[in-house]
């Protein structure tokens, strides 16, 4: 993305990659029956070798941007903190929970497919939403960080709390439609999936501003890196649809029911996340990137939790191969909206950060 402006082709068409790539997937699985067990059979301790590079890679090149350095600093304004906190670890995953219930009480498959997409807080995609809306930047890689970190402690005893313990207050719920899910099976799958591009990340910043600088790591370097994300989604979407495209297919009406409470989750999300950042007292550039930070979901991280815990053909993960295809139009959509409400903001009215600002360099995508 230039200067932040505007998106780059891989970026401007994703919801159309993700679709010929999701009808590449099906026609590889028709054309090559074999497929399918050629791709199983590539695995190690319950791993698939596949997805996981595909999976890893979406979330390495994000992860890579973040300018760990400023994180204590920027951190030192507890409000934007404590609000940001409140809306991606309280707010959100309430709000999921409760769409999914009302939406799917009788599918607790997708069901807990959207829960775990509620609870994995976006640290990939807001970034370029944030951007596109011109948002706060250096507290858009804060946020990201901070979720990062949030994820690893937080995920998997959420997940285990609100698909099994919670669900299970609900009243008239029966045994069998609770589905057990493991914390030591959700921590595993985070610790591998979110902990090793985390540390690709971390230590691919570390030496490379050491060894060339900052200008050259976030000016030359960060703009060749940032593009393969979308390359390691696209590469994930047809190993999983080459496995499993034609449920989809043959599922349409089960894809309408999964996508009504996403897209509903995403305009509520984004309205009351902007509605209370704004009533705060947070200028534009703050109330953007909370609202875009607390709307965004991490699929990648779902979808890679659904498919370690639940298997690749689950309706688990099913449900959240969904969610990129919504997520995509509907945040494309929301940046308009946001951007029509700057000029409701007090000229001036901002929440500075604690320190002088990071480096120059672009948006720390």
């Not at 319950?46 to 920027?74: F, Q």
């Not at 706060?136 to 998997?156: I, K, R």
């Not at 971390?202 to 000016?219: C, D, Q």
């Not at 308009?336 to 002088?356: C, E, I, W």
Request: with cysteine.
């Amino acid at each position: 993305m230039a200067q932040g402006e505007r998106l780059s082709l891989l970026d401007r068409y994703t919801t159309l990659w993700i679709f010929l790539a999701m009808a590449l997937g099906v026609g590889l699985g028709v054309v090559v029956p074999g497929l399918a067990g050629a791709l199983n059979s590539l695995s190690w301790s319950g791993v698939s070798i596949p997805l996981a590079v595909g999976l890893i890679w979406m979330m390495y090149p994000p992860l890579a941007r973040v300018r760990y350095g400023d994180l204590p600093r920027l951190a030192a304004n507890r409000r934007i903190m404590a609000v940001s906190l409140f809306q991606n670890w309280v707010l959100g995953p309430l709000l999921m929970f409760a769409l999914a219930w009302i939406f799917l009480p009788d599918l607790p498959q997708y069901r807990v497919g959207l829960i775990i997409v509620g609870l994995a807080r976006c640290i990939a995609m807001v970034l370029v939403w944030n951007a596109l809306a011109k948002g706060h930047t250096e507290y858009a890689a804060l946020l990201v960080g901070l979720n990062s970190v949030f994820q690893m402690l937080l995920y998997a005893v959420m997940a285990w709390f609100f698909v099994t313990v919670a669900s299970g207050w609900i009243g008239g719920i029966t045994a069998s439609a609770v589905v057990p899910i493991s914390i030591a099976d959700v921590a595993r799958t985070v610790l591998f999936y979110l902990g090793v591009p985390l540390a690709m990340g971390f230590l691919t910043r570390t030496i490379l501003v050491r060894r060339k600088g900052t200008e050259w790591y976030e000016r030359r370097f960060i703009p060749r890196l940032a593009p393969t994300a979308i390359i390691g989604l696209l590469f994930t979407v047809v190993v999983m649809f080459s496995l499993k495209g034609e449920q989809i297919v043959s599922l349409p009406w089960d894809v309408f029911r999964i996508a009504v409470p996403l897209v509903l989750y995403f305009l509520i999300m984004f309205t009351l996340s902007f509605a209370l950042s704004k009533r705060l007292g947070f200028g534009y550039e703050e109330t953007t990137t909370l609202a875009f930070t607390a709307a965004s979901n991490n699929f990648e991280l779902a979808i890679a939790t659904t498919i370690g815990v639940f298997g690749i053909a689950s309706g688990q993960a099913f449900a959240a191969v969904i969610g990129p295809l919504v997520e995509v139009p509907v945040l494309v959509n929301l940046v308009r909206v946001a951007l029509r409400q700057r000029g409701r903001f007090a000229a001036g009215k901002a929440t500075p950060p604690a320190a002088s600002p990071v480096d120059a360099g672009g948006p720390a995508k």
